[in-house]
């Protein structure tokens, strides 16, 4: 369960960090005011009225324009710069670092088998009684 856990709350971090390093715009298209439309990865629709419809015409020789009455805004909302220009900057040891790290990283999720490293090894001979000599006894 600890395992799952780890690995759950692992992908989650991850995908913060890569979330965070994204830039984005948000279009929104403003008509007498109001917000008829808004986007994120598309163009804005239009409301329908041209630039034509918002002017008034007097005469042949004065025009007079009235303030436009459909807007499109744009709000950038950027991501963490820091990141997005570390990325490109990586030196010989930074890579060895990182594949080191995966390697022993994958390492940790391989089932360990118990081998037994001292099979062979045969304990040094007692020539003296140890807590005799040193006059440590259990109570």
Do not use: W
Request: hydrophobic residues 40%; contains cysteine; glycine residues 2%.
């Amino acid at each position: 369960m600890r395992d799952v856990l780890h690995k759950i709350l692992s992908v989650f971090l991850a995908f913060i960090v890569l979330f965070s390093t994204f830039s984005f715009t948000i279009e929104k298209h403003y008509c007498m005011g109001e917000v008829t439309d808004s986007a994120y990865f598309v163009d804005v629709a239009s409301c329908g009225m041209e630039v034509e419809d918002c002017e008034t015409a007097i005469d042949m020789e004065t025009k007079i324009q009235k303030e436009k009455c459909c807007q499109d805004i744009q709000e950038l909302i950027p991501g963490n710069q820091n990141e997005q220009q570390a990325i490109g900057n990586f030196e010989l040891d930074q890579v060895q670092f990182i594949l080191a790290f995966a390697s022993t990283y994958l390492d940790l999720f391989e089932e360990n088998t118990d081998q037994v490293t001292f099979k062979y090894y045969t304990p040094p001979l007692v020539d003296k009684d140890i807590n005799v000599l040193y006059q440590t006894f259990l109570i």
